[in-house]
């Protein structure tokens, strides 16, 4: 039973496209993350939300909306898709504990391979 | 980014050896240090976590951490050929509500062991 799970594993589209990630974590964990990994294998934090809160906002341009109907959902819709946007994308979820304390890192997904063509 | 600094390799060792990865970084409110491992097209699983300044053993594996020279690391003792992956440093700050449970990666050594 996967813990965190993305949807699709690999999409491929064209310039100009919209598309949509989805991601469910069943670990009960109230913190939830997207973060882009570039062809370096650099992962960079791009959105986390805490109880459906919008927590971290990086400075990610405004075609990226995450949505999070609950707190075991985070999804991450892209407008106008450009080719700078091809990466792999992983959800990942935490428990932050009472007083803002990560104790024990992340569960990442399996990652969205995104290639804009 | 430049918080977290970790030399990419690739970096390549015979079956058995010791192998030593390391990090170094900036922000002195880092207080939580991880060691995930990537394998080829999977997301990252996390390997080793360390609170402060010290050591931590699980099997195999040896997590160091120097606060007062920023500086950590993992060995891998008695190298196996499953053990080629993606290394991936990652350090949080701890009880910082701007900061809630965000993680800084390292960009990652890549270690292939040969049998």
């Known amino acids: 039973d996967t813990a965190v799970s993305q949807t699709p594993k690999y999409l491929v589209t064209q310039m100009g496209n919209d598309k949509s990630i989805k991601c469910e974590q069943n670990?009960?964990?109230?913190?939830m993350y997207w973060y882009k990994q570039d062809s370096k294998k650099f992962l960079k934090i791009m959105f986390s939300?805490?109880?459906?809160?919008?927590?971290i906002n990086e400075t990610v341009p405004n075609r990226f909306s995450p949505k999070s109907p609950d707190k075991a959902h985070l999804n991450l819709h892209i407008n106008s898709l450009e080719l700078g946007d091809s990466a792999v994308y992983f959800c990942?979820?935490?428990?932050?504990?009472?007083?803002?304390?990560?104790?024990?890192?992340?569960?990442f997904g399996s990652g969205t391979r995104l290639t804009v063509v | 980014q430049k918080e977290v600094e970790q030399d990419p390799g690739p970096l390549s060792v015979p079956e058995g050896a010791i192998v030593s990865l390391n990090c170094t970084y900036s922000?002195?409110?880092?207080?939580?240090f991880m060691w995930y491992r990537q394998y080829s097209r999977k997301g990252p699983e996390l390997l080793m976590y360390?609170?402060?300044?010290g050591n931590k053993e699980d099997g195999r594996f040896t997590a160091q951490v120097d606060k007062s020279s920023k500086y950590i690391s993992l060995f891998i003792r008695d190298s196996q050929p499953s053990d080629s992956a993606t290394y991936l440093c990652?350090?949080?700050?701890?009880?910082?509500?701007?900061?809630?449970?965000?993680?800084?990666f390292g960009r990652g050594t890549q270690l292939t062991v040969w049998p």
């Open positions: 990942a979820s935490s428990q932050v504990l009472r007083g803002g304390i990560n104790n024990y890192g992340y569960t």
């Open positions: 670990l009960g964990h109230d913190t």
């Open positions: 939300y805490n109880n459906k809160e919008l927590i």
């Open positions: 922000n002195s409110a880092f207080q939580y």
């Open positions: 360390t609170y402060s300044s």
């Open positions: 990652a350090m949080s700050e701890g009880d910082r509500g701007s900061t809630l449970g965000r993680l800084y």
